[in-house]
């Protein structure tokens, strides 16, 4: 049995004439021999009334301190509604299809409500219903313990549940449709000519998502890369094949990747810098162990890091900032906190070993005048705090730097 996983996200599944090109989508697959394994988020965006940040502020309305437990079986709602209006609406279509709750289909997570990890895919139930013919309709985002509570899987799980049941099932392929007709090499509203990618690695889009991109969840492509089972981002409305995501060769799928240095420019706002200089008598051996360790048992997430003798940097989320400076202050340390920050990347395994890289990027940020406040690397990214007011012009002349509107691989000046 040929089997493929269509995911399509909340925009997608949140009108009847989107519902419909829902429906075209999944009928192509039936008329390619296909079982068909569909996988819907809750529908809309906040403010819809089934979507899940609305959901979330019902429960707030009420009593703001509602349990994780308690909050994980209320966000699951709006994945069961959406699955059973798209269910409703093949059959009106003449496709035979089911609803399947992330219990039924057998994802068992651990107890982390509301950013709860996959820990075992028992997907006998689903070949049993794709062995009857029908179409499996899945609530995205969801799992269960092995307790029975019902847990969420974090902000994009839907991803994560069709990435998951594709290597469960031994997927040929998992289709992720979304408003856009692919992975970008930029955020297209910040970069007009922003390109569709045609294939990436799955290491690639993993690093992209990690720094900013918005597509596809980073824990979806790591389980498809690990079961090597591959990815397709498509738009709803069809109209092109979108951007195949692959690791190794496979029969009939284009080869992974080019000569291309750089893959994509990606970006995340809302940052606060934050760095730590040594208080009278300078730094203890301990005290970079002090610090990030207060961090940590604070659960409070840090990125960019540079240490060095003279001072201690990184970056918080902005909401986090003034509590990161208080918790510092408090250990004695001179802590300077610049909030307002965004960092800009550049994505790309074949930057690797290749020099240059970072001259053009420091080229293309200060002939826009752009100070560059901290940089960060590793052999697929190169990483540059700005300035937000700076971030959309940072990223316009890194996308232009590296001729990344051109397909093919621009020839290094």
């Known amino acids: 049995m040929r089997i493929i996983v269509q995911k399509f996200g909340g925009t997608s599944v949140s009108s009847p004439e989107l519902r419909e090109e829902l429906v075209a989508r999944v009928r192509e697959a039936l008329v390619a021999g296909m079982a068909c394994v569909v996988v819907v988020s809750a529908m809309g965006r906040s403010g819809d009334p089934y979507a899940t940040d609305t959901l979330i502020g019902l429960a707030r309305e009420e009593y703001s301190g509602t349990t994780p437990r308690d909050m994980d079986l209320l966000m699951s709602c709006g994945e069961v509604i959406s699955a059973v209006i798209v269910v409703n609406t093949l059959r009106a279509h003449g496709i035979d299809a089911l609803a399947m709750t992330g219990a039924q289909v057998g994802i068992i997570t651990d107890d982390r409500f509301s950013n709860a990890e996959i820990v075992s895919v028992e997907p006998d139930h ?5 062995d009857e013919g029908k179409v499996v309709v899945v609530c995205g985002f969801q799992g269960v313990t092995v307790n029975g509570d019902v847990t969420t899987l974090g902000r994009g799980g839907s991803d994560i549940t069709a990435s998951a049941l594709g290597a469960a099932l031994g997927a040929e392929v998992v289709e992720i449709y979304t408003d856009v007709d692919g992975v970008k090499t930029a955020d297209p509203r910040i970069v007009p000519e922003a390109r569709t990618i045609e294939v990436v690695g799955h290491f690639e889009v993993c690093q992209m998502a990690s720094e900013g991109a918005k597509v596809v969840h980073p824990r979806a492509v790591e389980i498809a890369m690990r079961s090597n089972v591959p990815l397709r981002v498509k738009s709803t409305k069809g109209g092109g094949p979108g951007t195949l995501i692959a690791t190794a060769r496979r029969m009939g799928w284009p080869q992974v990747g080019d000569a291309r240095t750089v893959t994509a420019v990606t970006h995340v706002t809302s940052l606060t810098q934050i760095r730590v200089y040594p208080p009278e008598g300078g730094f203890g051996p301990q005290a970079d162990l002090q610090v990030f360790e207060t961090m940590a048992a604070n659960g409070i997430s840090v990125d960019l890091i540079n240490v060095s003798p003279e001072v201690i940097s990184y970056t918080v989320p902005d909401h986090v900032g003034e509590q990161t400076d208080a918790l510092l202050s408090g250990l004695g340390m001179k802590v300077h906190r610049r909030p307002g920050c965004a960092k800009v990347s550049v994505v790309g395994l074949g930057m690797r070993g290749v020099p240059g890289v970072m001259a053009k990027v420091t080229r293309a940020l200060a002939g826009q005048g752009i100070k560059i406040l901290q940089t960060a690397d590793s052999h697929a990214t190169i990483s540059c705090l700005v300035e ?15 001729e990344l509107a051109q397909a093919g691989n621009p020839t290094e000046r």
């Open 126 to 130: 689903v070949v049993r219903r794709l």
């Open 388 to 402: 937000a007011k700076d971030m959309e012009r940072s990223v316009l002349a890194l996308h232009r730097e590296f």
